[in-house]
Each structure stands twice: as structure tokens, then as C-alpha cells.
């Protein structure tokens, strides 16, 4: 991995989808991936499943400089004692970006509002664990918040590894036809509606794709990349961010930038410049990073 940045001339990586939960809840999703089996079709061993000093030393030492830990909930009342949750870890974790969650209820703008306040520069939505509507009204001003904050919201919203009840890059882009400048990171690049993803990237200039568990050969999705991946890739470029899902992946983290780096292989008009955008130049945009004084990363 160090050989690898330092032949693109990166200082580090900037991954845009991380995972760190309290305790508790995190070892509810281990749970459900231990029952992965039943669940997905397929054992899910965790790869990085150690304690949190652990994993912090593993990113560093993959070179991750800078990361979104992200966190969501799968119920009403969660949404806002999350989101100080992840707040007060990214100020005790160097590197951890502070980010935010959200859910429909009442209250929402307002913990939502107090989260961009104390410095969250990025909000998780995971529609397919959250089981609500995105269209839902009481979204609806959180969205156009967001919008105005230009703070991006990764937002799990295509149909794989599990379809929800309102999963589907359709619904989602109602969201977008009304909050057009949302700056929307669809994650795992809406999986496995690829081509759908890309046809939203195309249709509004302020949503981008994330990496999280593409192109490995670990594929839950039920679809593999579509021929003309790259080729579409090239004309979006600048709108595609590392992502990963660590730690809770089946494979080790070089894995997922294998499988970037292969793309940037297979056309002409990627090559290392789509690496130094995907792996740092665009997630650290989105993630506003080197804005306050004194940043580096
Ligand atoms: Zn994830």
C-alpha cells in the first residue's frame, strides 16, 4: 500500500465510507453478519473485526489519512443520539471526519441543523436499514437543508446487497428532482443498478458515486459492472469517491483499490489522474477538508 500511493504521488487516502457504531448497536450489525448465511445468501466473514485502537492503527497503517465514520438507524429515535455519538468520536479520533445521520420524525431539522453547527460535513442515509420513504415530508426540509449546506449525504439507496421497501435509485430521484443541488453520494454507486447510478451522475452535477465494495470479487449485488463502466466512468471522473465499507468487509482493504485501480487501468482516459481524484482529490472535497485553518490532510 505505501509503494502504491507513493508511485501516484499521494500523501494518503481519503476514504468517504467508514463504519464506526457505539458498541452496542455495533455488535447488533456483527450479529446480522454472523447470520449472513440466512440473511445474504452467503457467509459475510468481517474482516477487520477488532477492537477500535486496532482498526484506527490498521487505517493508518493503510495510509487512510482521512475518514467518514458513518452511522444510521434502524428506528425513530436513534437518528440524534447517533449523530452525537459520532460527533464526540470524530473529535476524540484523528483522521475521523464529523458526520451526521438522519431519520423521518420530528426533530429532525432541528438535530440535523445542531449537527452542522458543531462541524458534521456529511450526512448517511441508509434507506434500505432505515425502512423509510425518502419522499417522506418530514425529510423533505432536511434535505433542502443539506442542499443549501452543501454537505453531502451518502445515501444507500440502490436495491443490493438487500432490497427495502423503498429502495430504488427511482425513488431517491424524486428526492433529487426537488432538492436538484443535493449533493448525493450514492453509495456502493447505487449497486446493483450501476447504469441507473451512472444515468443520475450524468443528470445532476452535484451527485457523485462511491466505491464501497464495487468491482470486487466478492459480489453480493446480483449484478456485475455493466460493459461500459469505464467508458462512462471517463466522462464523470471528477464524481466518483472512495468508499469501503471497513471494517466490515469480507476481503482485505487493498482489495477495493485493486479493483479501482483496475478500472483506471482498462481505459486510456483514466489512468493514474482518475486515481488521485477517486482515492484523495474528491472525497476531500466532499468531505471539505484542508478548509479549516491548519488542516493538512
Ligand atoms: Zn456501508
Given at each position: 500500500?505505501?509503494?502504491?500511493?507513493?508511485?501516484?504521488?499521494?500523501?494518503?487516502?481519503?476514504?468517504?465510507h467508514v463504519h464506526f457504531l457505539p458498541e452496542q448497536v455495533e455488535r447488533k450489525v456483527w450479529a446480522f453478519f454472523d447470520r449472513a448465511r440466512q440473511e445474504?445468501?452467503?457467509?459475510?466473514?468481517?474482516?477487520?473485526?477488532?477492537?477500535?485502537?486496532?482498526?484506527?492503527?490498521?487505517l493508518e497503517k493503510l495510509g487512510v489519512?482521512?475518514?467518514?465514520?458513518?452511522?444510521?438507524?434502524?428506528?425513530p429515535g436513534m437518528a440524534a443520539w447517533l449523530t452525537e455519538w459520532v460527533l464526540d468520536f470524530a473529535a476524540r479520533t484523528p483522521g475521523a471526519v464529523p458526520t451526521a445521520t438522519l431519520y423521518p420524525e420530528p426533530g429532525v431539522v432541528d438535530y440535523l441543523g445542531e449537527a452542522l453547527a458543531a462541524g458534521a460535513r456529511c450526512v448517511k442515509s441508509h434507506i434500505q436499514v432505515g425502512g423509510y420513504d425518502p419522499r417522506d415530508p418530514e425529510l423533505d426540509p432536511a434535505w433542502g437543508l443539506l442542499a443549501e449546506a452543501g454537505v453531502p449525504v451518502v445515501v444507500h439507496c440502490g436495491h443490493g446487497p438487500l432490497a427495502g421497501r423503498y429502495t430504488g435509485l427511482d425513488v431517491f430521484e424524486q428526492v433529487l428532482a426537488r432538492h436538484p443541488r443535493l449533493v448525493a453520494v450514492l453509495a456502493h454507486a447505487g449497486a446493483p443498478d450501476y447504469s441507473g447510478a451512472l444515468d443520475l451522475v450524468e443528470r445532476y452535477p452535484r451527485v457523485h458515486l462511491d466505491t464501497t465494495m464495487v468491482g470486487v470479487p466478492f459480489n453480493t449485488s446480483g449484478a456485475p459492472l455493466p460493459a461500459d463502466w469505464t467508458a462512462r466512468l471517463a466522462s464523470v471522473a471528477d464524481r466518483v469517491a472512495l468508499g469501503t465499507d471497513f471494517p466490515n468487509i469480507p476481503y482485505d482493504y487493498a482489495t477495493q483499490l485493486r479493483a479501482i485501480a483496475d478500472w483506471a487501468a482498462a481505459d486510456d482516459r483514466l489512468g493514474r489522474d482518475f486515481l488521485v481524484a477517486?482515492?484523495?482529490d474528491t472525497p476531500r472535497r466532499l468531505?471539505?477538508?484542508?478548509?479549516?485553518?491548519?488542516?493538512?490532510?
Open positions: 500500500m505505501p509503494g502504491f500511493l507513493a508511485s501516484l504521488g499521494l500523501p494518503g487516502l481519503v476514504d468517504l445474504y445468501g452467503t457467509e459475510w466473514p468481517i474482516r477487520y473485526r477488532l477492537p477500535v485502537p486496532e482498526r484506527l492503527a490498521i489519512r482521512a475518514f467518514a465514520p458513518l452511522v444510521y438507524p434502524h428506528k477517486v482515492l484523495h468531505l471539505a477538508l484542508g478548509e479549516q485553518p491548519g488542516e493538512t490532510s
